[in-house]
């Protein structure tokens, strides 16, 4: 069983900056893939950024230039810089272990994190 554990949310001001983590417990975390998802009130689990193995990054439109991943794979973590934070940033965000590109699409792994809240208001 694959745990993933994250840390970093929390409440922050219009044009802050949080930095997420997310913890693996597996000893092949540095041949695999890692990715954040991030789900708003009434809205749909979207993708946020993914990580591949050789440190090739992917990003939502609507992060890019704001949100930074990397991965430490010493420390068996990822992680999710996100800087110039908007309201439409809340949402809770989880990790993702071994998302999958199939076609133009980046399909989640089976095994998520608990999830990390992100609240962005005044």
């Known amino acids: 069983q694959v745990q993933l554990v994250e840390s970093g949310g929390g409440l922050v001001q219009p044009g802050g900056s949080l930095r997420l983590s997310c913890v693996r417990s597996t000893t092949i975390f540095s041949i695999t893939a890692m990715g954040w998802y991030r789900r708003a009130p009434g809205k749909e689990r979207e993708l946020v950024a993914v990580?591949?193995?050789?440190?090739?990054?992917n990003y939502a439109e609507s992060v890019k230039g704001r949100f930074t991943i990397s991965r430490d794979n010493a420390k068996n973590t990822v992680y999710l810089q996100m800087n110039s934070l908007k309201p439409e940033d809340t949402a809770v965000y989880y990790c993702n272990a071994q998302p999958r590109l199939i076609g133009w699409r980046w399909v989640p792994g089976v095994n998520w994190g608990q999830g990390t809240q992100v609240t962005v208001s005044s």
């Open positions: 990580i591949t193995s050789s440190g090739s990054t």
